[in-house]
């Protein structure tokens, strides 16, 4: 499905970007991610396709705003009832319910449900309507952090099985991941649109790198086999459109700066010396900053680090393969 | 207990009261929303002469409506009744001198929706009456419910406006607050007291009303969240 909106107020925006199944539009807070959402679902002003034109209840989609909305004083299966008509509604709203797997929560309340309980029944009311496209603004917003992987895994799951396109705002990289489709906006535009491996492992722009966490960026200048930052050459591949002499951007995640083993001999190319200045635990990987020509951020899976037991103050060799080393234009 | 003619001002106040509040009721919900939710040119001047009667001495009030309504006034040039110092004439009073009680409370009640729900609503392609029946009025009706139960206690203790406007006339306009001044002037305080812990008790029970309703719809609102 085609999406092309130009929206003036709240925010002023004008955007055109595909939704292929699980969509997830990434960007930052203020970008006007929202207001996209709103103005398909016809709550704010804007021109464009589709549904141009058409007041909210016509639109054909299921709208799931931050907050989800749902009604405090219905139970369960009387808010997925509420845009049902007719004697069967009760029936089919506790077969909505059972397709999101809350049949037996039927009869609660919003306020006795937890985070990705509301969010289902929210999913079950939108889908009640008969959408064409689902909307969902933020929705790692409302959920547990400890638990919220495995709940957004299972809402990302029943809608793919219901086979809706949906779109899905947030500036929560963690749902890029489980995206089919992946589009980065910034400011009132899109910057970047692709399958999510293609747009996490290759960025357009720094903005985008940035957005995507990027942990290492640099402004360099590229040279004709490879690039000069801050003085250190660095072997690579130029893609197609740097030319020699250019500014560019290099880019590199923390987790794909890898450490040279001291028993091991040094790879060829791309060697940095210096020191690790300090080193956390970071869940159960380490973070670390490595400081030598460049200033680096480290990331250490667990097996790594206790096999090299490394400590802040100590010498450390690090090497930056050509292959993870991303270039965008300057 | 009080003489008959008491009972028979208190049920006239009752009277007034309950179609005044009926009124307020109809009038009040229309205009509370519109004055929550609209914006039309002239807004502020409106939402002022609303609150007029807030500030302006009963008095004051109750003169303006004594020419509107008495005899040769534009009241009756326009339908033929004259209403001063009738049944009607005290409704009308009541009504206007009530209204800015009515449209505070009733618009408190509707900016306390969620909006969020309202919109969500609308996508839902569920029509206009639908979303006032199952989610407006639900929502908002103990905060309704308590600007009325005020107004209707506002009007009980109404003197000055409906004095001016129907005077003091037993077992017509007399209504209960007055009934009560004209036994203070005729230096009769034993029947006056009685009359008057009457209405305290009357009084005291709205309240207690109107106090556990806005508890409720806390209550209500805090499941909002």
Redesign the interface.
């Known amino acids: 499905m085609e999406v092309h909106y130009r929206v003036r107020w709240p925010v002023r925006l004008e955007v055109g970007f595909q939704v292929r199944g699980f969509t997830v539009l990434l960007g930052k807070s203020g970008v006007g991610k929202t207001t996209l959402l709103r103005a398909l ?3 704010v002003p804007g021109e464009g396709r589709p549904y141009g034109g058409l ?5 054909p ?3 799931l ?1 931050q ?1 989800l ?1 749902l ?4 139970t369960a299966w009387e808010n997925v009832a ?2 049902l008509k007719g004697p069967g509604r009760r029936a089919k709203a506790l077969a909505l319910l059972a397709r999101v797997g809350l049949e037996a929560h039927a009869h609660k ?3 006795q449900l937890s985070g990705g309980q509301r969010q289902r029944v929210a999913l079950a ?2 889908l ?2 008969e959408p064409e496209l689902l909307l969902l603004d933020e929705p790692t917003s409302a959920l547990d952090p400890l638990t919220k992987g495995q709940v957004l895994g299972e809402l990302v799951g029943l809608i793919r099985r219901e086979g809706l396109p949906a779109l899905a705002v947030s500036h929560d990289p963690l749902l890029a991941g489980m995206a089919d489709w992946l589009v980065v906006m910034g400011q009132g535009v899109i910057l970047q649109e692709g399958l999510p491996a293609e747009v996490l492992s290759s960025p357009a722009r720094v903005e985008v790198a940035r957005l995507l966490g990027y942990e290492n960026l640099f402004p360099a200048q590229a040279l004709a086999e490879g690039v000069e930052v801050a003085g250190v050459r660095l072997r690579l591949a130029l893609p197609p459109w740097a030319r020699p002499g250019e500014r560019v951007w290099l880019g590199v995640r923390a987790a794909e700066v890898i450490v040279v083993r001291p028993e091991r001999p040094p790879p060829p190319e791309n060697v940095l010396e210096g020191v690790l200045e300090s080193l956390h635990p970071e869940g159960l990987a380490y973070r670390g900053v490595f400081r030598g020509p460049l200033e680096l951020q480290i990331l250490l899976p667990r097996h790594i680090q206790e096999r090299l037991h490394l400590r802040a103050g100590q010498g450390l060799r690090v090497v930056l393969k050509p292959r993870y080393l991303h270039l965008m234009p300057g | 207990m009080p003489e008959p003619q008491f009972w028979t001002a208190l049920r006239l106040s009752l009277e007034v009261a309950s179609l005044a509040s009926s009124f307020l009721l109809l009038l009040g919900i229309p205009l509370a929303w519109s004055l929550a939710f609209h914006r039309f040119p002239g807004k502020p001047l409106v939402e002022a002469v609303l609150l007029l009667p807030l500030v302006l001495p009963p008095t004051v009030l109750g003169f303006y409506l004594l020419l509107f309504l008495g005899p040769e006034g534009p009241w009756q040039r326009i339908t033929g009744l004259t209403w001063a110092f009738r049944f009607e004439g005290l409704v009308l009073a009541s009504v206007l001198f009530s209204l800015p009680f009515t449209l505070t409370a009733y618009r408190e009640a509707f900016l306390a929706l969620d909006p969020n729900l309202l919109e969500v609503a609308r996508t839902l392609g569920v029509p206009r009456w639908r979303v006032w029946r199952h989610v407006i009025l639900p929502l908002v009706w103990p905060g309704l419910l308590s600007g009325t139960l005020l107004a209707f206690a506002h009007t009980l203790g109404e003197f000055g406006v409906v004095l001016m406007v129907g005077g003091s006339i037993p077992g017509k306009t007399q209504m209960v607050s007055i009934y009560l001044y004209d036994l203070v002037q005729a230096l009769r305080f034993a029947e006056a007291a009685r009359a008057a812990f009457v209405l305290l008790l009357v009084s005291l029970a709205i309240l207690v009303a109107v106090r556990l309703l806005e508890r409720r719809w806390r209550a209500w609102r805090s499941t909002t969240g």
């Open positions: 679902a016809g709550l007041p909210p209840e016509r639109r989609v299921g709208y705003p907050d909305a009604f405090p004083h219905m509420f845009p309340r919003p306020s009311r939108a009640a309507r």
